[in-house]
């Protein structure tokens, strides 16, 4: 399971009262140079660290659908010359011809690589809406039917991720 991301929010509050307070006790106790002291020691206290309950945004939503297909694809062990060419085409059909070509060779590319099943689910998630996901769902279960059968392996790896973005399962 994915854990909240390890990315900080650091927000800094630039009329908050740590550093006047402790300004004015510098001064107090060690004049100028205490007043000095105090206003940097305040302004360490007036920052707040926190952490990113989000997970960060796809940069591109088509490579990430992308990569979810190439991930079922690489499920059976054997990537078909139909399978690739249907996704080429959802890809084309949906985000343009000219996004597929400018983004072909990554795509063809993830085929040699590990694809992070969870973390992109986790986006996907996140991050669309319940029509979006059902329509990731459709192309991926295309990508697993693009050569005639939906394999075993295929079906498993859908599923999986139709339980990471929370599909209903009478939606699945």
């Known amino acids: 399971m994915i854990k909240k991301t390890d990315r900080l929010i650091i927000q800094f509050y630039p009329w908050g009262l740590h550093k006047f307070l402790l300004a004015g006790f510098g001064f107090l106790f060690l004049h100028w140079p205490g007043v000095l002291a105090g206003f940097a020691i305040g302004c360490l206290l007036d920052t707040h660290y926190e952490e990113d309950p989000r997970p960060p945004k796809p940069a591109?939503?088509?490579?990430?659908?992308?990569?979810l297909a190439m991930a079922v694809m690489k499920a059976e062990g054997s990537i078909g010359y139909r399978t690739i060419r249907y996704a080429h085409q959802y890809i084309s059909d949906h985000f343009g011809r000219a996004y597929l070509h400018q983004r072909r060779h990554i795509f063809d590319g993830f085929a040699r690589?590990?694809?992070?099943?969870?973390?992109?689910?986790l986006?996907?998630?996140f991050h669309l809406d319940y029509p979006a996901k059902m329509q990731l769902m459709y192309f991926l279960i295309g990508i697993g039917y693009a050569d005639g059968k939906l394999s075993r392996a295929e079906l498993e790896v859908i599923a999986h991720i139709a339980d990471l973005i929370h599909l209903q399962a009478k939606d699945f």
Not at 60 to 67: E, Y
Not at 113 to 121: D, M
């Open 60 to 67: 591109d939503l088509g490579m990430t659908f992308m990569m």
């Open 113 to 121: 690589q590990q694809i992070p099943i969870e973390a992109l689910s």
């Open 123 to 125: 986006q996907v998630d």
